[in-house]
């Protein structure tokens, strides 16, 4: 039964994924960045979508330490972007 949990997890994370890459293919905007984010967002979508109610297994309680990670990369991002969009003349 657990098996089966993580596999219903994996595919629905791996159809989030693909449905990102379409979606961003058709509107013409796919970057690494965006993909990067939006997956980011699937998979804590799809891990509170899959939550069971009762017993948490542990190898969900890895899956906080994957998005905290991602939201770590994620600020890096944003502020690496801040700092180019801004003039240097700022920092100096």
């Not at 890895?62 to 600020?75: E, P």
């Not at 991002?77 to 003039?87: A, D, G, P, S, T």
């Amino acid at each position: 039964m657990a098996n089966q949990r993580r596999i219903q997890f994996v595919h629905g994370q791996l159809a989030w994924m693909v449905a990102t890459v379409l979606v961003l293919a058709v509107m013409d905007s796919l970057s690494y960045g965006l993909f990067f984010l939006l997956s980011l967002l699937g998979l804590a979508i799809v891990t509170e979508l899959t939550a069971p109610t009762n017993v948490s297994p542990e190898w969900r309680t890895r899956l906080r330490w994957l998005i905290v990670f991602g939201l770590v990369g994620f600020v890096y991002v944003v502020i690496r972007r801040l700092l180019e969009i801004l003039r240097p003349e700022l920092f100096t």
